[in-house]
């Protein structure tokens, strides 16, 4: 590690007010639906991150894990700018969204694997994916909205597999049904589920869409219907844009 004496700085730094009964990471736990034991290594890679944009690597972009706590803290102005900024970091770390455009994902993207690389070089060990997903994941999951939870109920949506196949297991039925040599019904469903099987598989061999999410313990059913990381809600972080946000890295 580069700078050892910064990194316990910034590992000390106490974004909880002990004081408060609501605090910063009950906060950011209840506004991304996450659990709290994920919630809390999504700071300490908050923490990470915050390493190493001071740590001469330039401009560095987070994961949307990351982002998120970087913005909520951002909000909190007397810890981010005096606490941290001034006190912890000696310098002002800015937030850059993007401006968008071709040139800018561009820049983000690369922005991203310099952090992929960085971490390694000065953690030791590479990043966890349910937090810090793959590059083509991290800038592709972006389409989320701020709504409200009592107007609106949230339902899963089904990937194209289990429509597919909702639709089509009714319609093959009733053919081989009205067939002259009708088929069993629990030989057709073995069947089909076996053909489902074979095309998932199939499937999953050619890697999938995206990778990078940390799928912790899904049969075979995740592939149609989803899966689920570690301590939070969905499949994979969340993004708000593409080419979300990056590090001025700069001090003034």
């Known amino acids: 590690m580069n700078n050892p004496e910064l990194w316990l700085k910034i590992h000390n730094f106490k974004l909880d007010d002990s004081t408060a009964d609501f605090n910063f990471s009950q906060r950011l736990a209840r506004d ?9 290594r ?14 001469g690597y330039g401009e560095v972009t987070p994961s949307d894990a990351v982002d998120q706590a970087w913005h909520l803290h ?6 981010y700018w005096i606490d941290l900024c001034q006190n ?13 455009g071709s040139q800018e994902r ?25 937090i810090w997903p793959s590059t083509k994941q991290r800038f592709s999951d972006i389409n989320f909205k701020r709504i409200n939870l009592s107007n609106y109920w949230i339902i899963k949506k089904p990937k194209m597999e289990a429509v597919v196949s909702l639709v089509l297991l009714p319609v093959v039925s009733v053919f081989f049904m009205q067939s002259e040599n009708p ?12 053909i489902l099987f074979v095309a998932r598989t199939i499937k999953g061999g050619k890697g999938g869409k995206g990778g990078g999410s940390s799928s912790t ?14 301590g939070h809600s969905g499949c994979s972080s969340h993004g708000c844009s593409s080419g979300c ?8």
């Open 32 to 40: 991304n639906n996450w659990s709290l034991q994920f919630c809390l």
């Open 42 to 55: 999504v700071i300490e890679e908050y923490k990470k991150f915050l390493y190493l944009c001071c740590a």
């Open 74 to 79: 951002l909000t909190y102005t007397k810890s």
């Open 88 to 100: 912890t970091l000696n310098r002002h770390l800015h937030h850059n969204p993007t401006k968008g």
């Open 106 to 130: 561009n820049r983000y993207n690369s922005d991203y694997e310099v952090v992929q690389k960085a971490y390694k070089k000065e953690f030791g060990n590479d990043l966890p994916l349910d």
């Open 183 to 194: 088929v069993p019904w629990g030989t057709f469903i073995l069947v089909f589920i076996l």
């Open 217 to 230: 313990g899904g049969g075979f059913w995740d592939g149609f219907w989803g899966c689920s990381s570690d």
């Open 245 to 252: 946000s990056g590090c001025g890295g700069g001090g003034d």
